[in-house]
Every structure is written in C-alpha cells, then in structure tokens.
C-alpha cells in the first residue's frame, strides 16, 4: 500500500491536466488531496472527474475554522464527493469540532485535525499552544491528524502522547523535508505536491518517493 498522497494545488492548468494527472499517478498513490485553490477554479462537481480517473481516497482540504453549523455546511457541501475533509483544531471543541465531528460522521466523511503545520510561522502561534491543541484533538477522536514533515520532533511528539490516529505530512519536498523522514518520525503518509505535480516527470518522482517509503518501512510500503 502506498503511503503518498499528492496534493493537487493547481496554478491556472485546465481541469483537464489534473484529471489526466489524477490517472497517471493513480497506481503510486493512496490518495489525492484538494485544497481551496482547486476548488474554487474547477468547483465541487470537478471531484468526480478526479475520482473517475482514480477512485483512490479524496481528500478536501478545507482548513476549516469556524463555528459549528458553518463547518459543517461546507462538509455537506462535499458530501458524496470526498472521503475525508481537514479542519484546524484551533477553533476549540465547544461550539465548533465538537459538533464538526458528530455531523461529519453522520454524513460518513472522515475528519482529519491539524496538530500544527509545516511553515515556520507555526510556531508563532499554533505551536505555542500545541498541548491545548492536543487536547482537542483527544476530545473529538478524529480519524486522522496533520503534523508537518518539515519538524518531525512534532510528529514524535504526537506519537509519544499516545495518539494511534493517521498522521498525515505535509512539507516533504518543496518545503524541504526529505522522502520517508516523516513515515520515520511516526506518520502514516506523506503529504506531496509541488515536487511531483511540477516535477518533468510525475509519475517517475512519486515512484521515487514510493521507492524511498520501501526502504524506510520495509517491504509493506510499497506502491499499491
Ligand atoms: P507542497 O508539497 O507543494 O509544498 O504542498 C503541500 C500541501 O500540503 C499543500 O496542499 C498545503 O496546503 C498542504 N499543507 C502544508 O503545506 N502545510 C501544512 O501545515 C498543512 C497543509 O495542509
């Protein structure tokens, strides 16, 4: 199974490019991430063009941050469309992930937390509160967390804690973390976008990458 999932970030491209890239990366892949900017360009109804091309796991990144009913409006939105959606666990449980992670159950979409991310302004402010965040993230038993590659002592940290939830990374690549150095830290899947999708050759770097999972894994991390 592979442990890579390509963020689709998208810079002006027809919707087509991704669909097609969506086909061509599917075999190296465990999933596709979407975030705002695809969103907004090609609109929700473009998702089932991605999952037609490869019906592997599909993720919005939505970052959500808001108020309970406002959350979940946007989740409903998506419904049927995505497997899992991100929201930061910033906002507290009370009024917001509390009631986030109820609806989107109920509406069989994963929710996935963010622990703290992969800039360095993280630390001005997400990071300084990391316990609190945590705590959060206890409370509500989300399916997944996002914890950034680019400071593994963080996905080490969650880990140590106690968390048996997905760990998610992003940062691997473009934003300088190495291949397989956040599955080796803790994480379950490493996050990639910009080192694949502008890479000369897409498919020949994710299996690259796979290749790399293998050998921090072993044998059970191979493409799939
Ligand atoms: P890239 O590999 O091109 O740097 O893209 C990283 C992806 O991961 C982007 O889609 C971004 O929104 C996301 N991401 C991140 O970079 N850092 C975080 O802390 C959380 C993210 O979701």
Redesign the pocket.
């Known amino acids: 199974m592979s442990r890579l999932i390509v ?1 689709f ?1 998208p810079e002006g491209e027809p919707l087509r490019y991704w669909v097609g890239l969506a086909g061509e990366l599917c075999r190296e892949i465990w999933g596709v ?1 979407v ?1 705002l900017p695809f969103l907004l360009r090609y609109g929700s109804s473009s998702l089932r063009e991605i999952r037609g091309a490869c019906d592997k796991s599909l993720i919005a ?1 939505l ?1 959500l941050a808001d108020i309970e009913p406002v959350m979940l409006s946007s989740v409903s939105a998506l419904r049927g469309l995505v497997d899992a959606v ?1 929201a930061h666990a910033f906002v507290g449980y009370a009024g917001a992930i509390e009631g986030l992670r109820r609806g989107a159950e109920e509406m069989g979409v994963k929710l996935i937390l ?1 622990a ?4 360095s302004g ?1 630390e001005e402010v997400i990071d300084p509160a990391f316990e609190r965040v945590l705590e959060v993230i206890r409370r509500a038993e989300p399916w997944g967390i ?1 914890a ?1 590659a680019t400071r593994p002592a963080v996905i080490a940290a969650i880990r140590q804690r106690g968390f048996t939830q997905k760990i998610l990374s ?6 300088g973390a190495l291949p397989g150095s956040a599955l080796r830290a803790g994480a379950d899947y490493e ?5 694949i ?1 502008r890479s000369k050759d897409p498919l020949a770097t994710a299996r690259a990458i796979n290749l790399q999972h293998q050998l921090v894994l072993g044998s059970s991390g191979g493409a799939g």
């Open positions: 963020a970030d991430k975030g990144d970052k991100i963010v703290s991310m992969s800039h993280s996002v950034p992003p940062g691997v690549g473009a934003q996050i990639v976008g910009r080192y999708t």
